[in-house]
């Protein structure tokens, strides 16, 4: 089992910027990719960003090159470093921690609120 945790979160004005931090506990040695998805409301959940074990990223097209996922050495943390937000950027963000031969893991989400 692996638990997750995220800190981070708050209300933010456009143009301003957020970290997100998910610490990951537990059966660490399993996971293969960590990252971060979020969900506005009346949406589909979407995909943020995502960094494998070996460091490669991947992020969705609303949040290239405002946003930088990266990860401390054991990978039993992500972060995500959130710049020139937009009000469009509100939403719940989650971490999400996955692997070959487990389950997909999430936290409990953090709330980003960007006001105009």
């Known amino acids: 089992q692996v638990q997750l945790v995220e800190s981070g979160g708050g209300l933010v004005q456009a143009g301003g910027s957020l970290r997100l931090s998910c610490a990951a506990s537990?059966?660490?040695?399993?996971?293969?990719?960590m990252g971060w998805y979020r969900r506005a409301p009346g949406k589909q959940r979407e995909l943020v960003a995502t960094?494998?074990?070996?460091?490669?990223?991947n992020y969705g097209d609303s949040v290239k090159g405002r946003f930088t996922v990266s990860k401390d050495n054991a990978m039993n943390a992500v972060y995500l470093q959130m710049n020139s937000l937009k009000p469009e950027d509100t939403a719940v963000y989650y971490c999400?921690?996955?692997?070959?031969?487990?389950?997909?893991?999430w936290g409990q989400g953090t709330q980003v609120t960007v006001s105009s």
């Open positions: 960094i494998t074990r070996g460091g490669i990223t």
């Open positions: 999400n921690a996955d692997g070959p031969s487990v389950a997909p893991y």
């Open positions: 537990g059966t660490i040695f399993r996971l293969s990719i």
